[in-house]
């Protein structure tokens, strides 16, 4: 789905953020990586409710990729204890908040109590009608894609599915962020320009704001700062500059 129309049309419906740099805030203080990971908690808590208080409709995080199994095993282990912790501390202030919290990404990667946990917190909070809080865990762009490309062969092997009716909203509708527009904006903190198999479908029309903040060191005037450059842009979507204007008039 494309961004959709939201009140006010210079902000973005769907921000999705890349949140990069705890690593390296953490050595800047001769700190364990982990300490990077912890601060960055804060980060994830205050863009959060910043996101909310800015009429931001959905927020995706990403904040543990396919390829993040990679790191050293006690990096990994220390970081899904902490999303349990996170869960485990921030829910019920979310829901007081009427945050809706969704989980994407390969839960059967995931150990029992974190996927119990996540579970817990969907249920918990999925009639809330304020921010859409996604949360990409064990999450790869390629591996959405080939999710998706897989349950669609299935259909059409079992003969539920033609060929023919394979078109990209079909296809979109196999993947996470399933009824989510697609982002609008995205955000990568931590000095790198790359999307590192982030919603690679789904950030086909987003802009792009990369900035050189850590992410433990991301506060509201960084997500403003963003929020502004994106306001600033027009959007195509294949069209020229001329005829949007002249759609305006
Ligand atoms: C990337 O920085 C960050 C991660 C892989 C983990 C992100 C996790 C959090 C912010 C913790 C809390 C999240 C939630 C949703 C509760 P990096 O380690 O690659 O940093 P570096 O590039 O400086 O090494």
Redesign the pocket.
């Known amino acids: 789905m494309r961004g959709g129309a939201s009140t006010d049309l210079s902000l973005p419906v769907h921000i999705a953020i890349i949140?990069?740099?705890?690593?390296?805030?953490a050595r800047q203080r001769a700190l364990p990586?982990h300490a990077?990971?912890r601060a960055?908690?804060k980060?994830?808590r205050a863009t959060v409710e910043h996101a909310a208080r800015r009429g931001i409709k959905c927020l995706t995080?990403f904040?543990?990729?396919s390829e993040?199994w990679r790191r050293p095993a006690d990096e990994v282990s220390k970081?899904m204890n902490?999303?349990i912790e996170?869960l485990q501390r921030e829910v019920a202030e979310l829901h007081r908040n009427k945050v809706r919290l969704e989980f994407i990404g390969d839960r059967s990667q995931l150990g029992d109590g974190l996927v119990r946990k996540i579970a817990a917190a969907e249920a918990q909070t999925a009639n809330n009608d304020g921010l859409h809080l996604v949360?990409a865990v064990a999450y790869g762009g390629r591996w959405d894609i080939t999710e998706a490309a897989r349950r669609v062969c299935r259909k059409t092997v079992d003969g539920d599915l033609q060929v023919e009716e394979i078109d990209e909203e079909m296809l979109a509708s196999e993947m996470q962020l399933v009824g989510i527009p697609d982002p609008d904006l995205l955000i990568r903190t931590?000095g790198e320009q790359r999307v590192s198999n982030f919603l690679l479908w789904h950030l086909a029309y987003a802009e792009l704001f990369f900035c050189d903040t850590?992410?433990p060191d991301f506060r509201e005037a960084d997500l403003d700062a963003a929020i502004d450059y994106f306001s600033a842009r027009q959007r195509r979507y294949g069209h020229t500059g001329d005829q949007l204007e002249a759609a305006e008039c």
């Open positions: 949140m990069d740099g705890n690593g390296r805030w990586r990077g990971h960055g908690v980060s994830v995080l904040a543990f990729s993040n970081l902490l999303f996170a949360v931590g850590l992410w």
